[in-house]
C-alpha cells in the first residue's frame, strides 16, 4: 500500500497520472478495463485532469461504484457529476464510445429492476473491477459501505440496493463489499480537513473493516492512499 500526502491540487495531479499509467498497463493485457468511479466534490478536479491524458478508452468501461437512487439528470446524481466533467467530452471526441460508459439507471418503478440490469452489464465483464476510485467519507464510509451497518457485511458478490442509508439520501444503488475486493488496483482519497479523522481511522490497526469500511482496500493487490487539503 502507498500512502500520500499533499495537497489537494498535487494530489489530483498524482491521481489522475496513476489512473492513466495503470489503465494503459491494463489495456495492453485485457480486451476490455473495468474502471469503477466514485462520486462527490473530491473527485471532480481528478476527473477533468483526465481529458488531458492519452488513454487506450476505447477499451475502457466505465461502471459507478455507488449511485443515489435518482434520475440521470438529478444535480444528486453521482453519474451526472462524472459525465458532465469528462465523460461526455470523451464521447464527443470520439475516444471513449458511448456504450462503454455504463450508468445506474434508476427505474422509480421498480427499483430492482434498475438493479438487476446493473449486475447483469457487469456479469458480461465476469463480475470483476480492474481499477477502483473510491473517496473516504468523514465516518470511512465507501461507496455506499458504512461503518457498523447492514451494507459492510453484505454478502452479494455485485451490486446490492439500501433504503436505510445512515447518510442521506437513504434510497442508494452500491457496489458490495465482495464486488470491490475483485479489483487488482484501488485508490482511495482522503481529501480536505473533515477528512482526518476518517484518515486517523483508516490508519489505526486495531479497527476491522466493519469499523472503517476504506480499510477493504487492504486486500487489493495494488493500493493508493491520498490525504490532500
Known amino acids: 500500500m502507498n500512502i500520500i500526502q499533499s495537497s489537494k491540487s498535487e494530489c489530483e495531479m498524482q491521481v489522475a497520472n496513476i489512473i492513466a499509467e495503470k489503465l494503459n498497463e491494463l489495456a495492453s493485457k485485457k480486451e476490455h478495463v473495468v474502471f469503477g468511479i466514485c462520486g462527490g466534490t473530491s473527485v471532480k478536479g481528478i476527473f477533468s485532469h483526465l481529458l488531458n491524458k492519452e488513454i487506450q478508452w476505447n477499451k475502457i468501461h466505465i461502471f459507478m461504484v455507488d449511485e443515489r437512487c435518482v434520475s440521470l439528470n438529478s444535480l444528486e446524481s453521482n453519474y451526472k457529476l462524472a459525465y458532465d466533467t469528462f465523460i461526455h467530452r470523451l464521447i464527443e471526441q470520439y475516444k471513449l464510445p458511448q456504450e462503454n460508459a455504463h450508468p445506474f439507471i434508476y427505474d422509480s418503478t421498480n427499483a430492482y429492476s434498475g438493479l438487476k440490469k ?34 459492510i457485511s453484505n454478502e452479494s458478490t455485485t451490486f446490492f440496493m439500501m433504503n436505510d442509508s445512515p447518510k442521506p439520501p437513504k434510497d442508494r444503488m452500491t457496489s458490495s463489499r465482495k464486488l470491490l475486493q475483485t479489483a487488482q488496483v484501488a485508490i482511495l482519497l ?12 483508516f490508519q489505526d490497526p486495531t479497527l476491522q473493516i466493519k469499523n472503517c469500511p476504506a480499510k477493504l482496500i487492504s486486500s487489493i493487490p495494488e493500493s493508493y492512499v491520498f490525504r490532500g487539503d
Open 118 to 151: 446493473y449486475e447483469n452489464i457487469i456479469a458480461k465483464f465476469n463480475r470483476k473491477f480492474d481499477l477502483i476510485l473510491l473517496s473516504a467519507g468523514e465516518d470511512g464510509h465507501v461507496g455506499a459501505l458504512y461503518p457498523n451497518h447492514r451494507s
Open 190 to 201: 482522503f481529501f480536505g480537513q473533515g477528512k482526518q479523522q476518517a484518515f486517523e481511522k
